[in-house]
């Protein structure tokens, strides 16, 4: 079958190693060998298939090294190596798959570093603000490819190309819309090093997975220049430092998990970083702020926030206020009540004038009284 460009042997239960005589299939363009028991590794004759757009291995017991003659395959959109046991490390020359779209290496034995050379992936580098992939299933829309021309995919890629990947945390089938997917997924590996400055070329890329893995370093500083990024799972690393301002610019992010990693610092406020649940950022021993507890530079200071010295310090302050009263309640004794004594005992006229006025005031309530009392104006009863 020379001019077969298709081939689907999905979620069956073959075994064994891949044979060498799938080289010999030039037009193949779609392979699909996910869901077996195949082992072995890639058969090298497949490198002569250079209009493979499409491989898709994933869920076998397939091992050895990632090929290097996989950069050959330069047509190459969709590779999926999920779920093997590759081991070694990622060959450099994958970078050279300037049209992939879909990079998913994860759950394998996958060490070293990962190369820095990922500004080589054209589509990557490219966005279409336009596209949104959630829910998972769309109506196909050829205006979308018009960049996949090139390469003559749509013919292929409309009927037969599907495939299962994580998405969010979910499993998800993707038929027709798969060509609208930019994931990269490296997690569950044993990758060890930075994370590659290249990655923030990467502006259309909508979903990045490198957890659980060994990396160490910064997380890019530039990495809000991934600008329609919908997830990013870093955790289960050995990430350090700040989380950068950078990532607070991705408005289009809506899943974010940094957990079990050694980051510390605040995280960015005014931002819909603090909008994440605790869980993106927990397991990080030096991270602070909204949605974890406040960092101690934002702490309310220990006399407005420790009670007892509160409360003491409203005690000593009403305490000053009564001293205060106190004092003044004392001057107006002394200057009021010995201003007045002290007056009438330098002064006779004073005195003498101050009694005769209590002599006339006295008589005058005496007589209001007895008027009151005999109203009909009875002398002899009132002398008596």
């Keep these: ?33 996910q869901g077996n028991n195949l082992s072995g590794g890639l058969p090298k004759s497949l490198r002569l298939c250079r209009r493979l757009i499409f491989i898709d291995v994933k869920g076998n017991k397939l091992t050895g090294n990632i090929p290097t ?36 290496l994860s759950i394998n034995n996958l060490s070293g570093i990962i190369p820095d050379c990922f500004n080589n992936f054209t589509f ?18 050829r205006t979308l490819y018009v960049g996949l021309k090139n390469i003559n995919l749509l013919p292929h890629i409309e009927h037969y190309g599907y495939s299962s990947l994580q998405w969010k945390g979910k499993e998800y089938e993707y038929w027709e819309n798969l060509v609208l997917l930019k994931l990269i997924d490296f997690s569950s590996n044993r990758l060890s090093g930075n994370i590659p400055k290249s990655f923030s070329s990467m502006k259309g890329l909508i979903s990045l997975n490198l957890s659980r893995n060994s990396l160490t370093g910064y997380i890019i500083p530039d990495i809000g220049n991934l600008e329609v990024l919908d997830s990013l799972d870093l955790s289960h690393n050995h990430l350090y430092g700040k989380i950068p301002t950078s990532l607070a610019e991705i408005h289009t992010l809506g899943v974010l998990d940094l957990s079990s990693n050694n980051l510390s610092g605040k995280i960015p406020t005014g931002t819909q970083l603090q909008s994440f649940n605790v869980s993106s950022y927990t397991k990080n ?60 005992i330098l002064k006779k ?36």
Aim: charged residues 20%.
């Design 349 to 384: 006229s004073w005195r003498i004038a101050f009694f005769k006025l209590f002599d006339a005031t006295r008589d005058w309530f005496y007589v209001r009284g007895l008027l009151c009392l005999y109203p009909n104006g009875d002398k002899a009863e009132m002398q008596r």
């Design 124 to 141: 990557l580098s490219s966005k279409d603000e336009s596209i949104n992939l959630s829910p998972p299933r769309y109506i196909f829309d």
């Design 1 to 33: 079958m020379s001019n077969l460009e298709t081939l689907n042997l999905a979620n069956n239960s073959f075994s064994g190693e891949i044979p060498l005589s799938l080289g010999d299939l030039h037009y193949r363009r779609i392979l699909q060998m």
């Design 69 to 104: 003659w996989i950069g050959q395959l330069n047509r190459m959109f969709f590779l999926n190596l999920h779920g093997n046991r590759f081991g070694g490390s990622i060959p450099p020359e994958i970078c050279n798959l300037t049209n992939i779209q879909v990079l998913d």
């Design 285 to 344: 021993n030096g991270l602070c702020g909204d949605p974890l507890p406040l960092c101690p530079e934002d702490s309310l200071r220990p006399s407005t926030t420790n009670p007892v010295e509160n409360m003491n310090k409203k005690d000593g302050s009403n305490f000053s206020f009564m001293q205060e009263v106190g004092i003044s309640m004392g001057f107006g004794f002394i200057f009021g009540f010995w201003g007045v004594i002290g007056s009438f």
